[in-house]
């Protein structure tokens, strides 16, 4: 392990590395939210973030920090930091990362994402066992990309997942996985997990909608989405 810089007689630490601290504390605090706003149950789902540390661990560069398997977010902190390199060998950490690794590998080597969240949660994991993609009963689905594909099942913590989800994910920042839940990307944690929170509504209201007897939900169209994602390009303050 690399010499730390501040105390050049003990190896490098991640707890003493900003960046990677910051992260991390992020990232924990991210978990914890799925599970506080209902979107997992128990040790499900999984969080992470690509990081450049201050000074790479072993020439590694960038990291993915992510979050532990079997682990309640409750009882992590700074000493559980749990990181791998992009080719997925291990850099920091004793914990075992999720077995849902491959998935975030997959997502951090085809795009620009930065973070990603992966949930269980309850409407959008109803609606991926009904729909190939989400109808499109609200504008907010342009700022997902458009219509969020389902991808097919898989066994979870499979490359053949990770490769589903990269498909599903094309040209988009959400999609839902078959009998399994959700997962959303973005520049920053906060990003995401917004996403998750946006996706979840989105299917809790088009399930709402379509159990109303003799009424079927209406859509918006190709154009509509479109009108709607140029107008969300210039929406929040600006510098915000």
């Known amino acids: 392990m690399e010499k730390n810089r501040a105390h050049p007689g003990r190896p490098w630490r991640p707890q003493e590395d900003q960046a990677v601290a910051h992260a991390w504390h992020d990232l924990v605090e991210t978990a914890r939210a799925t599970v506080r706003d209902g979107l997992v149950v128990g040790t499900s789902g999984n969080v992470s973030v690509r990081v450049t540390p201050d000074r790479p661990a072993g020439g590694t560069g960038d990291l993915v920090l992510i979050t532990p398997t079997g682990v309640p977010y409750d009882r992590l902190g700074p000493e559980d930091t749990v990181a791998v390199g992009l080719d997925g060998r291990q850099v920091l950490g004793t914990l075992k990362p999720t077995s849902e690794l491959p998935l975030h590998l997959a997502v951090y080597r085809t795009g620009t994402a930065r973070a990603v969240v992966h949930t269980h949660a309850p409407h959008a994991t109803a609606v991926s066992t009904l729909v190939d993609t ?37 040209d988009r920042t959400a999609c839902l996985l078959r ?18 929170a946006q996706l979840e509504w989105m299917c809790r209201v088009w399930l709402l909608a379509r159990s109303v007897p003799g009424h079927t939900p209406s859509l918006l169209d190709a154009g509509q989405l479109d009108a709607a994602a140029e107008r969300l390009r210039g929406y929040g303050q600006p510098g915000g």
């Open 134 to 170: 989400l109808p499109p009963v609200h504008y907010m689905a342009a700022a997902l990309g458009g219509p969020v594909r389902t991808a097919p099942y898989a066994l979870y913590g499979s490359q053949e997942l990770a490769g589903h989800l990269v498909e599903a994910l094309r």
């Open 179 to 196: 009998n399994h839940g959700t997962v959303t990307t973005g520049d920053t944690l906060t990003q995401a997990l917004d996403r998750t």
